[in-house]
């Protein structure tokens, strides 16, 4: 990847990232202009919601091995697969073309091994298959680091013993199972010289020798001999080390990570402002609809909620709607907004964030 293009080291204004080293494995950069919600936001994300692929169902035939299907089946879900171009696979939760699995949400991988001599024999994550068709030519693909090229290994077979089995690999995120977590570790840093006083350190004698300084200290000054605490202060430098899995090169978690973060900001300025123009007689419901329909997808909503709805003119409820917000004061009927004001940039369509950029990366200049 061309870092080039995040470097901004001349521009104080708005975040900066400075990669420190990058290889395959891991990216070390160094994070600056955030707040510290911001950031860890950013270390949470990459270490649970960016997507991954991995298996997930295991449909065993045959299985004449010393392991148990379960444990043959766990072995398996944690093997990491390629999951470059993951997107384009969709969730199957939300997959309409099928119940369970299908090309469009699922890779399909099969695995057959039988030992037909005396000695060991050993089955590696080289022997799982790809079957086609997938979305693109990475996804799903075992991932294989070790100089043998046999990947992790999974069981071995005695003589006569056989295994045989459908892998279904699908799409999902490291909240629902440490399977799809995109990174083995990410190392997280701020304020090494411990000048705000967030860590109250435990010692016996000499804290300086008993707590040594990382080598994140090396980039910003000690504090000085006497210098008396800034109350004000707060944290606005974080370094991070993201270490992938495999699954992933590192600087995409990256990259995947602040997507995901634009996505789920975009799903809450949806939520408090709306997508939907304002004034001429529209019911108040953020596309012009139904005045409950809050997300524009209909919304949570009892078997009995929408009884009584009012027209145009107004609304008239018969019951307590329960979960009205204060967000719901567009009004239906002339002179009604999309959704009620927020406090980045009142009842208006795509609402800006404190940074002046609408969701997914566009702005306002």
Not at 18 to 35: P, Q
Not at 66 to 71: C, F, Q, R
Not at 273 to 291: H, S
Request: hydrophobic letters at 35%; glycine letters at 14%; proline letters at 6%.
């Amino acid at each position: 990847m061309d870092y080039d293009a995040m470097a901004v080291d001349g521009d104080e204004i708005g975040p900066r990232v400075t990669v420190r080293e990058s290889d395959a494995s891991h990216v070390d950069f160094v994070l600056k202009n955030v707040d510290l919600g911001f950031a860890n936001s950013l270390r949470r994300t990459m270490l649970a919601e960016v997507p991954t692929i991995a298996i997930d169902v295991v449909e065993i035939e045959e299985n004449t091995s010393s392991l148990a299907d379960e444990l043959l089946a766990h072995r398996l879900g944690l093997i990491p697969l390629n999951s470059k171009g993951a997107d384009d696979l969709i969730y199957t939760r939300d997959c309409e073309n099928c119940d369970q699995y299908c090309e469009q949400c699922s890779v399909i991988l099969t695995l057959h091994a039988k030992s037909t001599s005396k000695e060991t024999m050993s089955i590696y994550a080289r022997d799982l298959t790809v079957q086609e068709p997938r979305p693109n030519d990475y996804v799903g693909a075992p991932v294989i680091t070790d100089p043998e090229g046999r990947g992790s290994l999974l069981v071995k077979l005695r003589e006569n013993q056989e295994i045989r089995m459908k892998c279904i690999a699908k799409k999902g995120i490291a909240k629902e199972h440490a399977k799809w977590a995109p990174t083995a570790a990410v190392g997280f840093e701020y304020d090494p010289h411990n000048k705000l006083r967030h860590v109250s350190y435990w010692y016996e004698e000499d804290p300086n020798v008993e707590w040594p300084k990382s080598k994140n200290a090396d980039w910003e000054d000690p504090p000085a001999e006497g210098e008396p605490f800034n109350y004000d202060a707060v944290a606005s430098v974080f370094y991070l080390d993201v270490e992938t899995a495999g699954t992933l090169e590192p600087d995409a978690i990256v990259q995947q990570a602040i997507k995901v973060m634009q996505q789920k900001l975009a799903a809450v300025i949806h939520e408090l402002i709306g997508t939907g123009g304002g004034g001429g007689g529209g019911t108040g419901g953020m596309n012009g609809g139904d005045p409950m329909d809050i997300n524009g997808y209909g919304g949570p909503r009892s078997p009995d909620l929408m009884n009584g709805v009012g027209g145009t003119g107004g609304r008239e409820f018969d019951m307590d709607q329960g979960y009205t917000t204060p967000y719901m004061n567009g009004g239906s009927g002339g002179g009604g907004g999309g959704g009620g004001a927020s406090a980045w940039g009142g009842g208006v369509a795509g609402g800006a964030t404190p940074y002046g950029a609408t969701p997914y990366g566009r702005n306002g200049y």
